[in-house]
C-alpha cells in the first residue's frame, strides 16, 4: 500500500487535485473549470457553491483511484487563488454572495476615497503594499455596502469574510475550523506583516468587524480534519495550507535568502525570499509573508507583471499571427538581428516596478523589413525584459549583484524565451520538471509535518535543466538600454 498525499490547488479558472506518492512523484491529476461570472461592468465573480461541489467531486474521483489501486491518501495540502473575497454565514456556511475575484477591480471607488483621506501611507507602512482595489480588504467593505445579505449577517454577527482558503477550510470541516495563514492573511490588507496578526487601525479603515475574520494560524498547522462529505472512508488531516505564489516558492524549494522564482501565467510573479526580517522596497516592489512555519516566519520581495503568457496569447487570438503557441520559438529564432522592435505590452497598465494603470501599449522601432518573425520576438522579448526589470530591483532591494532564477507556468516551455531570460538577466535559470509545483508546494509543507517527507523528498523530487546565459555583455547592455528608453518613453507620456 502507497501513502499518498491530496493537493488540492484552488486557481482562478478552476480546481485540481493532485495526487502526490511518498517520494513527492506525481501520482495522478484531476481537474475540472469553474464559471467566470462577469456582468456588463466587468466586474468578475465565481460561485463559491459551484468551486465547493467541484473540491468534492475531484476528491472523490482521487478516492476512487487511489481505493482502486489499493493505495491510502494520509495527508491534504491547500493552495488557492490569493486576493478573492468570500463572504458566507458562520451559522450554516452558506454564501452570502458570490466572490470578488481578485482581477476584478469593483473596489476602486473605495481605495480611492481613502488615498483622498490620507491613509494610503499608514495602510502602506503596515502591509507593504499600496492601498489598492487588488487586494481584498476593499472588496470586503464592498461586499458590505453593496450585499443586502452580507450587510444583515453583519448586523446578526453571523459574518464570515476571508480568502478561498478560508472558505473550503470551514466548508470541508464543517464549520469546525475557521481559520487562515499568514500569507494569504497578508495578502487582504487588513493584516500587519511585523505584528502577523489582524490589525484594528485596518480593521477600522476598511469597515470589516475583527469577529468576521479568521483565525490565524501558522502555514503548517492541522487545519482541520475532513472526509469531503463522506467521499472518504474516514477523515484525514489537512495539514499545509499557502497562498498560490507562495506554494509555487516553496515548491521550488527557494527557502534560502534571495532565492527567486518566476512564474510565467497569464501574467507573471516574481518572488524572491528575503528571509526573517521584512525589507521594504525602496523600488517599487512589494513585502509580503512567504510563509509561517512552527512560529517562524520568512518574508518575500514580491513583483507581478500584468502581461507576461497573455501576450501569446494576443498574438494568437488577436493578431492571427500564430496557430499554436509553440510556433514562437522557432520565428523568434528566425527573426533578423539587426531589428530593433521593442514591443511594450501595456495591454492593462504597467505593474511593478512602474506601478502605472494610465500606461498604454506600443510597439516601438519598426521599420519597413519588420516582419511577423521580429514581432514575434519583440513579444516574447517583452516578457523577458519586465521580469528582468523585476529581479533587478529585487537585486537592488538586497544589495545583490546576481540571482539564479527558477522559473515556472505555461510559457517556460518556450526554448527561445527561457534562453533569452537567461542572457537578458545574466542569471543562470532553472526549469523544472514538476509542472504542478503549487500543489506541490502545499503537500510538501503537509507531508513534512506528517513524517512523510524529509527535507531531501522535496530537493530530490525535482530536477532541473539549466539555462546559461551566452549573450555578452555589451549586447545585453544595448538591449536593456533600448527597452529602457522605450519604457521611458511610454511612463512619461502617461504622466
Known sequence: MTQLMLGIDQSTQGTKAVLFDSAGRLYQRF??????????????????????????????????????????????????????????????????AKSVVWQCSRATKICD??????????????????????FTAAKFDWLIQNEPAVKQALVENDLCLGTMDSWLIYQLTAGASFKTEPSNGCRT?????????????????????????PEIVDSNSCFGYTDFDGVFGQKIPIHGVLADSQAALFGQHCVDFAAVKATYGTGSSIMMNIGDQAIRSTNGLMTSIAWRFHGQTKYVLEGNVNYSGAVVKWLKEDLG???????????AEAANPADQTYLIPAFSGLGAPYWDDKAQAVIWGMTR????PELVRAALNSIAFQINDVVQQMLADIGCHEAV???????????????????????????????????????????????????????????????????????????????????????????
Open 113 to 134: 476615497g481613502l488615498i483622498a483621506s490620507g491613509v494610503g501611507d499608514m495602510v502602506q507602512h503596515k502591509t507593504g503594499m499600496p492601498l489598492s482595489p487588488y
Open 31 to 96: 481537474s475540472k473549470n469553474h464559471r467566470q461570472i462577469i456582468n456588463d461592468q466587468g466586474w468578475i465573480s465565481h460561485d463559491l457553491d459551484e468551486i465547493r461541489q467541484n473540491v468534492i467531486l475531484l476528491a472523490s474521483k482521487a478516492q476512487r483511484l487511489v481505493a482502486k489501486n489499493g493505495d491510502e491518501i494520509v495527508g491534504i495540502g491547500i493552495t488557492n487563488q490569493r486576493e478573492t473575497a468570500a463572504a458566507w454565514s458562520k451559522k450554516d456556511g452558506h454564501p452570502l
Open 189 to 213: 490588507q487588513l493584516l500587519d506583516i511585523e505584528s502577523e496578526q489582524w490589525d484594528s487601525q485596518l480593521c477600522e479603515t476598511f469597515n470589516v468587524p475583527l469577529t468576521s475574520l
Open 369 to 372: 523589413t519588420t516582419r511577423k
Open 321 to 331: 499571427l500564430i496557430e499554436k503557441a509553440s510556433e514562437t520559438s522557432d520565428l
Open 405 to 495: 532564477l527558477k522559473v515556472d507556468g505555461g510559457v517556460t516551455n518556450n526554448d527561445y524565451l527561457m534562453q533569452f531570460q537567461s542572457d537578458i538577466t545574466a542569471a543562470k535559470l532553472l526549469l523544472p520538471n514538476v509542472e504542478e509545483l503549487s500543489a506541490f508546494g502545499a503537500v510538501s509543507v503537509a507531508a513534512l509535518e506528517l513524517g512523510l517527507y524529509t527535507e531531501a523528498t522535496i530537493k530530490q523530487a525535482i530536477t532541473y535543466v539549466a539555462y546559461q546565459p551566452k549573450m555578452s555583455a555589451e549586447i545585453r547592455q544595448q538591449q536593456v538600454a533600448g527597452w529602457q528608453h522605450v519604457m521611458s518613453i511610454v511612463t512619461k507620456n502617461c504622466q
